[in-house]
């Protein structure tokens, strides 16, 4: 494995220090917290699958208390490609146990859209987060 440059472990240990401090005004979106619970109420097992380092992400969703409902957490350094390759989505798969005719992806990046699409996995895109104006932009919505 390649060593880390100096410049990017000292931007993890500040980037690190900000998410786990008070100061981070991180929260859910509307809605979030109680979609997780009954999902996860109703036996549904979720991942989550996001390119921000894996203790980033855990430890977010420690702090927002996300992370009773959450089955698996996959992050940008857990495989060896990000998304939008397909490999995260298909590792969250196997560590849920399920196929991905099985499960459906919820995302809200052209990056999601199109590592599900790449795994064969069904999606979905919120109206709102990293990327809204791109997914917009590229599939507007049809009803």
């Known amino acids: ?25 991180a929260q859910p979106y509307a809605g979030v917290r109680e979609a997780l619970r009954r999902l996860h109420d109703a036996q549904i097992r979720i991942a989550v699958v996001t390119n921000k380092h894996h203790r980033f992400a855990s430890a977010l969703l420690q702090r927002l208390n996300l992370m009773q409902w959450v089955g698996a957490v996959v992050g940008g350094d857990t495989c060896e490609r990000r998304k939008p390759d397909p490999q995260p989505l298909l590792f969250a798969c196997q560590a ?9 992806m919820v995302g809200d990046s052209i990056n999601d859209v199109t590592a599900a699409r790449a795994a064969g996995i069904p999606v979905v895109c919120v109206p709102y987060g990293y ?9 507007p919505a049809t009803r």
């Open 96 to 104: 849920l146990g399920l196929s991905p005719s099985q499960v459906l």
């Open 131 to 139: 990327n809204e104006a791109g997914i917009r932009a590229r599939w």
């Open 1 to 25: 494995m390649a060593k880390r440059r100096p410049s990017l472990e000292r931007f993890f240990h500040h980037y690190g220090a900000l998410e786990e401090s008070d100061e981070s005004d």
